[in-house]
Antibody, heavy 116, light 113 residues
Framework: EVQLVESGGGLVQPGASLKLSCVASGFTFSDYWMSWVRQTPGKTMEWIGDIKYDGSYTNYAPSLKNRFTISRDNAKSTLYLQMSNVRSEDTATYYC?????????WGQGTLVTVSS | DIAITQSPSSVAVSVGETVTLSCKSSQSLLYSENNKDYLGWYQQKPGQTPKPLIYWATNRHTGVPDRFTGSGSGTDFTLIISSVQAEDLADYYCEQYFVYPFTFGSGTKLEIK
């Protein structure tokens, strides 16, 4: 059974940095592209970016490219999202998803709240 | 970016009725090389994670009841829910994965009368 478990969310101050993690199990992690998607409190869904199975290539939403970095550690079956200089509009639930484009599997999400 | 417009924003139906949700794209999602539309649908029940329903515009994901039907091509797509059940109370989102950045619609809230 595919499982994606995110962690690392919480309350963070504007301008700070935060790193989210997603531990994957139930499939061969190193064979698949992985993605991050977020959902704001107002329910808006936004694709953040994705990373190739070997970590050699990434794509990002243009509006986030300069502040967010996606990486992975295939030995640990773990996906990461490094967020820097966070803003109030980054307040959202962040989901780790399996695949590229259309997402058949989602984690339970981790809530990030940006507030002073 | 491709803009995705969903309508209506909310709809209320009685159990057993059929409802049609619309999803329109600002440009065609049809790739002529493989004749596939890069459009998917998700269901998000209250307090839950989004769940996949439909991919390639018309293909049901594993385990999705056949009362959920995706149709359309190009720029106009629909999700038809036949014989709506109380458990179908949810938000429904469509998403294009034809070009980067992938984009979602704003969702349709399905309420049960």
């Amino acid at each position: 059974e595919v499982q994606l478990v995110e962690s690392g969310g919480g309350l963070v101050q504007p301008g700070a940095s935060l790193k989210l993690s997603c531990v994957a199990s139930g499939f061969t992690f190193s064979d698949y592209w992985m993605s991050w998607v977020r959902q704001t409190p107002g329910k808006t869904m936004e694709w953040i970016g994705d990373i190739k199975y070997d970590g050699s290539y990434t794509n990002y939403a243009p509006s986030l490219k300069n502040r967010f970095t996606i990486s992975r550690d295939n030995a640990k079956s773990t996906l990461y999202l490094q967020m820097s200089n966070v803003r109030s509009e980054d307040t959202a639930t962040y989901y780790c998803t399996l695949g590229i484009g259309w997402f058949a599997y989602w984690g339970q999400g981790t809530l990030v709240t940006v507030s002073s | 970016d491709i803009a995705i417009t969903q309508s209506p924003s909310s709809v209320a139906v009685s159990v057993g009725e059929t409802v049609t949700l619309s999803c329109k794209s600002s440009q065609s999602l049809l790739y002529s090389e493989n004749n596939k539309d890069y459009l998917g649908w998700y269901q998000q029940k209250p307090g839950q994670t989004p769940k996949p329903l439909i991919y390639w515009a018309t293909n049901r994901h594993t385990g999705v009841p056949d009362r959920f039907t995706g149709s359309g091509s190009g720029t106009d797509f629909t999700l038809i829910i036949s014989s709506v059940q109380a458990e179908d109370l949810a938000d429904y989102y469509c998403e294009q994965y034809f070009v980067y950045p992938f984009t979602f619609g704003s969702g349709t809230k399905l309420e049960i009368k």
